[in-house]
């Protein structure tokens, strides 16, 4: 992907080395890492690894602990090159969406803040560990990445930094469902609704995300050229490796796509397919079908 040269977005606000976080996951090398990864799939599966987080973090030191006591985790080259590539992500998608807006008489764009934290982060959303991976909060209309999720993305079989990109175009996918309305619909939708119809729900919102971003890398390439070759597959292999089926295999469990709240990895290999494809907003109506 070609984004050295591109412009940085001002929308950061770098938390990674800001006090008071709570007790996280113990360093002890592989162990923590181990841990990290079966909460993160633990998340997505839509289940609470609050109890293994702090059976982790009984013992030794924490890194939230650390944070507590006043010190602060030097960033290593390879962590600030990510942040710096964040920044130009997330300038791009401010871009496209602007020029999108305009072009489409839907007034200006409203470029949302990204939060990079360290382990856990206080949003208008609650209190939440790194364990949830990249998130949007509709309350305060903030994405949240700790950049740690990268490297979890890459063991999940997806590395690149298109890659990345698509999940920061995911995220930032859920903002304009904020801010044409469409989360605020499908929440009240969801009012009164037994479990398996609001997961249906949710996995349709998910789509969406994906579709539209799969939309901002149509534009930002025909504007920018940003996409090297290898990059849409890339793309396609991250939206592939966290699918709700193949991190249920990944977790040893059978499938119960009942409990999905993301999609399957054809699901979302496909809608994201559909947004690059089009470059249309329109075409990524997940919800009409009567399978997404």
């Not at 964040?86 to 999108?100: C, G, I, K, N, Q």
Request: proline share 5%; charged share 20%; net charge negative.
């Amino acid at each position: 992907m070609r984004w050295q040269d591109g412009r940085r977005s001002s929308n950061i606000d770098d938390r990674r080395g800001s006090p008071g976080r709570r007790a996280g996951v113990a360093l002890g090398g592989g162990g923590a890492v181990v841990v990290l990864v079966i909460a993160v799939v633990m998340m997505l599966l839509g289940e609470d690894p609050s109890a293994l987080l702090e059976a982790a973090g009984s013992s030794g030191t924490s890194v939230g602990d650390v944070a507590a006591t006043g010190g602060t985790i030097a960033a290593s080259p390879e962590e600030e090159r990510a942040a710096d590539f964040v920044a130009v992500v997330l300038a791009d998608t401010e871009d496209t969406w602007s020029r999108y807006f305009q072009q489409n008489g839907s007034g200006t764009y409203p470029a949302p803040t990204l939060v990079l934290f360290r382990e856990s982060v206080d949003s208008a959303c609650g209190f939440q560990s790194s364990a949830v991976g990249p998130f949007y909060c509709p309350a305060d209309r903030k994405v949240y990445l700790d950049l740690a999720f990268f490297g979890e993305l890459e063991r999940l079989g997806a590395p690149g930094d298109f890659a990345q990109a698509y999940v920061i175009g995911h995220e930032i996918g859920h903002h304009l469902q904020t801010v044409l309305g469409i989360s605020q619909q499908l929440a009240q939708q969801k009012r009164g609704l037994p479990e398996p119809q609001r997961n249906t729900l949710s996995v349709r919102q998910e789509l969406q995300a994906d579709c539209f971003s799969g939309v901002w890398a149509h534009h930002a390439h025909a504007q920018r050229q940003i996409l090297e070759s290898g990059d849409v597959e890339e793309g396609l292999a991250a939206a592939a490796s966290i699918g709700d089926d193949t991190l249920q295999r990944r977790a040893g469990g059978r499938l119960t796509p009942e409990s999905w709240t993301h999609g399957s990895s054809e699901q979302r290999v496909r809608w994201f397919r559909v947004g690059f494809q089009t470059g249309d907003l329109r075409a990524c109506d997940t919800y009409s079908p009567p399978t997404p």
